[in-house]
């Protein structure tokens, strides 16, 4: 695993970045800030925009291709028709803000080595007999309530997933849902999800997907949910395995929601660990420290590290970091923290709220570590 962190002071822009090589295929997870410097939106868009060709233009990228992209806006519905998106790959705008005064922060994934082409709203990245789907920024503003958008959005997803011979039940691996509002409108989603899933074969006897369900404005003014996804085929069902630590947490059916705490997938080359939105929670289902952001957010990477060392992992593997954080006047000492513990890995911290008020922080993430599994194709 490789880290770089490039400022470019000319724009006020930095550049953080992880690399990961086995095999065939390389994979970078980007993530670009610009310093508050009083400019109004499109200056800030502007200097991201030039710190994402200054990345492109980075030696060691030659070759990359975006697979997808996720803006972190403050103000999604006025600023997303200011953005001129000129990258193909699958997108997702979302008002979280982030919580270092700027307006826009971005998080890129990109490969070297596959094939990745566009379509069905989708970006598919195809090698060695595997296709990636990732599909982002689906929304159904049609109807009035959480729960009907989330059972439309999640159809129009299984549709979408038809025209790859895929289903939800066997090729989904990891979802996001955004909630406006997420105090409110959150239970609508949750009651969605778990009949939408019951009628595709995920229910607690099968399994459900790593997934974060977190507060997050969608560009619409109309849309109260956000879905993005990532899908595979080309696997075979023992790649696939999902984590639990059970030591410090319950299995979230237990209080209603049905998501997986976390994946593994495993290749011949190297395997994945996809963290869902994690918090400070016990293996009860309760929240512990309420009220004390320090101590939550000390939970919290405990239990992140338990999920990853059930997945053969470490903070080391760890990619890049999205943190949630329901009260912006807890920035500064959960920046701190982050710094000191994290000094190398990519990551953004916004202003989103978690599904429970008492929660203060989440957090969520993706590792990679170089494995040899014969019994598997590389990736």
Same mark, same amino acid.
């Given at each position: 695993?490789?880290?770089?962190?490039?400022?470019?002071?000319?724009?006020?822009?930095?550049?953080?970045?992880?690399?990961?090589?086995?095999?065939?295929? &390389?994979?970078? *997870?980007?993530?670009?800030?610009?310093?508050?410097?009083?400019?109004?939106?499109?200056?800030?868009?502007?200097?991201?925009?030039?710190?994402?060709? #200054?990345?492109?233009?980075?030696?060691?990228?030659?070759?990359?291709?975006?697979?997808?992209?996720?803006?972190?806006?403050?103000?999604?519905?006025?600023?997303?028709?200011?953005?001129?998106?000129?990258?193909?790959? &699958?997108?997702?705008?979302?008002?979280?803000?982030?919580?270092?005064?700027?307006?826009?922060?971005?998080?890129?994934?990109?490969?070297?080595?596959?094939?990745?082409?566009?379509?069905?709203?989708?970006?598919?990245?195809? *090698?060695?007999?595997?296709?990636?789907? !990732?599909?982002?920024?689906?929304?159904?503003?049609?109807?009035?309530?959480?729960?009907?958008? &989330? !059972?439309?959005? =999640?159809?129009?997803?299984?549709?979408?997933?038809?025209?790859?011979? #895929?289903?939800?039940?066997?090729?989904?691996? %990891?979802?996001?849902?955004?909630?406006?509002?997420?105090?409110?409108?959150?239970?609508?989603?949750?009651?969605? %999800?778990?009949?939408?899933?019951?009628?595709?074969? =995920? &229910?607690?006897? $099968?399994h459900f997907i790593a997934s974060t369900g977190i507060g997050g $404005?969608?560009?619409?003014?109309?849309?109260? @949910?956000?879905?993005?996804?990532y899908a595979m085929t080309g696997f075979e069902p023992e790649q696939?395995?999902? =984590?639990?630590?059970?030591?410090?947490? /319950? %299995?979230?059916?237990?209080?209603?929601?049905?998501?997986?705490?976390?994946?593994?997938?495993?290749?011949?080359?190297? /395997?994945?660990?996809?963290?869902?939105?994690?918090?400070?929670?016990?293996?009860?289902?309760?929240?512990?420290? @309420?009220?004390?952001?320090?101590?939550?957010?000390?939970?919290?990477?405990?239990? @992140?590290?338990?999920?990853?060392?059930?997945?053969?992992?470490?903070?080391?593997?760890?990619?890049?970091?999205?943190?949630? =954080?329901?009260?912006?006047?807890?920035?500064?000492?959960v920046q701190k923290l982050f710094e000191e513990k994290f000094p190398?890995?990519?990551?953004?911290?916004?202003?989103?709220?978690?599904?429970?008020?008492? !929660?203060?922080?989440?957090?969520?993430?993706?590792?990679?570590?170089?494995?040899?599994?014969?019994?598997?194709?590389?990736?």
């Open positions: 695993m490789d880290y770089k962190s490039t400022n470019i002071e000319e724009i006020g822009a930095r550049i953080e970045l992880t690399s990961f090589t086995a095999g065939e295929v &390389t994979e970078f *997870h980007a993530i670009l800030h610009v310093k508050p410097q009083g400019d109004v939106f499109e200056g800030q868009l502007s200097r991201i925009q030039q710190a994402e060709s #200054a990345l492109m233009a980075m030696p060691e990228l030659a070759g990359a291709t975006a697979v997808f992209k996720r803006y972190f806006l403050s103000d999604a519905t006025n600023q997303v028709p200011l953005i001129n998106e000129k990258n193909p790959c &699958t997108t997702s705008y979302i008002q979280q803000p982030p919580l270092d005064g700027s307006k826009i922060a971005v998080w890129l994934y990109l490969q070297r080595g596959t094939d990745v082409r566009n379509m069905d709203e989708s970006t598919v990245v195809a *090698h060695n007999g595997y296709q990636h789907i !990732w599909t982002m920024g689906l929304m159904n503003s049609t109807a009035d309530t959480s729960y009907m958008q &989330t !059972w439309k959005t =999640l159809f129009a997803y299984i549709d979408i997933l038809k025209n790859f011979n #895929a289903t939800l039940e066997a090729n989904c691996i %990891r979802t996001w849902f955004f909630v406006r509002d997420v105090d409110t409108q959150y239970n609508g989603l949750v009651k969605s %999800r778990r009949e939408c899933f019951a009628e595709q074969g =995920l &229910t607690s006897d $099968t $404005t969608p560009a619409d003014p109309k849309a109260l @949910v956000q879905l993005g996804s696939q395995r999902y =984590l639990h630590a059970l030591s410090h947490l /319950n %299995r979230t059916i237990e209080y209603g929601v049905t998501f997986e705490r976390g994946t593994l997938m495993q290749y011949g080359d190297r /395997n994945h660990v996809f963290i869902s939105g994690t918090a400070s929670i016990n293996n009860k289902g309760e929240v512990v420290y @309420v009220g004390d952001i320090v101590h939550q957010t000390y939970r919290m990477w405990e239990n @992140v590290e338990k999920l990853l060392e059930e997945g053969g992992m470490a903070y080391d593997d760890v990619m890049q970091i999205i943190v949630y =954080l329901r009260d912006c006047a807890d920035y500064e000492i190398n890995i990519p990551y953004v911290i916004t202003l989103a709220p978690v599904c429970r008020p008492t !929660w203060l922080i989440e957090m969520e993430c993706m590792a990679v570590k170089k494995a040899d599994n014969p019994q598997f194709r590389n990736f």
